[in-house]
């Protein structure tokens, strides 16, 4: 049976790119257009626009763009503005950050997952910094040790 939503996920618009699976690229992606990986990445991958990463890809480095689809292998992490969608078949080791997230039954995640933290690289000044609110909340000192003696306690759901 054929998947709708699948082709319509996986299409990329007239005059993006694209890299074969037979393709490795040691170094990274910074593009204007959608794409999509087929082949092996060793570097960041940055776009405005839409990327596809396929079955058979494997990406060494952090993503950012705009929107996301996962079906490969991403070891690095994931910034997206908008929608990011890990399928089934995906394994994605890092921080995954968009936001709207949808994640299939099956996909592979060994990181965080957060809403809306698109921190700048540190590598590209072309971009303005985002600022984040930081809420630090200080505990009176016994009140932090008792609850340190209650953590370290042994306890049984059953």
Known sequence: MINVRHIFRNIIVPGAFRIPKTVSVNGSIDASVSGRIDGNVRGDVKTSGKLVVSETASIRGHIYATDLVVH????????????AHISN??????????????????????GAI??????????????????????????????TTRAVDEEEQNTSWF
């Open 72 to 83: 490969g292998k991403v070891y690095g992490d994931v910034y997206i503005t908008n929608k």
């Open 89 to 110: 078949k995906a394994l994605v080791k890092g921080d995954v950050n968009a936001m709207v997230l949808e994640i299939e039954e099956g996909a592979v995640v060994e």
């Open 114 to 143: 957060r809403k809306n933290v698109l921190p700048v690289p540190k590598t590209d000044p072309a971009h303005p910094a985002v600022v984040t609110e930081e809420i630090r909340v200080s505990a009176p000192a016994e009140a």
